[in-house]
């Protein structure tokens, strides 16, 4: 297994503004995935962060929105920016260590966007 | 149709019972499944991978149907600890775009 943790666990934001999180994986991984779940539904994949790569986006996220770094293979960032209320859900990271289909979760940040 | 599909639920379940539900898949090219375990405000974890041939893990069995396209997953002699929410996961080719369905709430009553 792998031990992740996402940073802020949960943050209240104004609409307009900005959020960071990170995701700190405890041993380097090649591939980390950037989920979006909001209640009551399915998690949606925005993004595959490979390190010294630019970002691999779903259909329907984009870089301007949703822009993600990942400097080494242990840690990774999404920004949600110009957030709406539309934003508000729970964010989760997550990476496949023991093979490419089974993925090991972050604990999520919840984000709620007034 | 969505491309997996699960009865949201939830199953209200007497302890020591068993359990079984469905989730059915559009893509007849799927390659792999699982079954993920959400419990309430935490992240998913694997619970179980299914084979064509079935699998079992102790009270847990999961099987396939290819030619109906659906997975199943059948909890015996349940447990209040098996309360969550129980997520469907299909890989439908060998990318990493797993498709993930909305999910099974799963209650276990004493």
């Known amino acids: 297994s792998a031990v992740i943790s996402q940073k802020p666990s949960r943050d209240i934001c104004q609409r307009g503004t900005s959020l960071t999180i990170q995701c700190q994986v405890d041993?380097?991984?090649?591939?980390m995935f950037w989920y979006r779940q909001q209640p009551g539904q399915s998690l949606t994949l925005i993004a595959t962060?490979?390190?010294?790569?630019?970002?691999?986006?779903e259909s329907g996220f984009v870089i301007d929105k949703f822009p993600i770094s990942r400097p080494n293979l242990t840690f990774s960032t999404l920004t949600v920016s110009n957030m709406s209320p539309e934003d508000s859900s729970i964010y989760l990271c997550s990476v496949d260590r023991d093979s490419r289909e089974t993925q090991y979760f972050g604990p999520g940040t919840r984000l709620l966007v007034l | 149709r969505k491309e997996v599909e699960q009865d949201p639920g939830p199953f209200n379940v007497p302890e020591g019972a068993t359990v079984a539900f469905n989730c059915t898949y559009s893509n007849s090219a799927s390659q792999s499944f699982f079954w993920y375990r959400q419990d309430c405000r935490k992240e998913p974890k694997l619970l179980m991978s299914v084979y064509s041939s079935g699998n079992e893990d102790g009270r847990f069995t999961a099987q396939l149907n290819r030619a109906s396209q659906y997975i199943s997953l059948l909890i015996r002699d349940s447990k209040l600890s098996d309360s969550a929410t129980y997520l469907c996961v299909v890989n439908p080719d060998s990318n990493y775009q797993l498709i993930w369905g909305a999910g099974t709430k799963l209650i276990i009553k004493p």
């Open positions: 962060a490979n390190q010294g790569s630019e970002a691999t986006y």
């Open positions: 041993s380097q991984v090649t591939m």
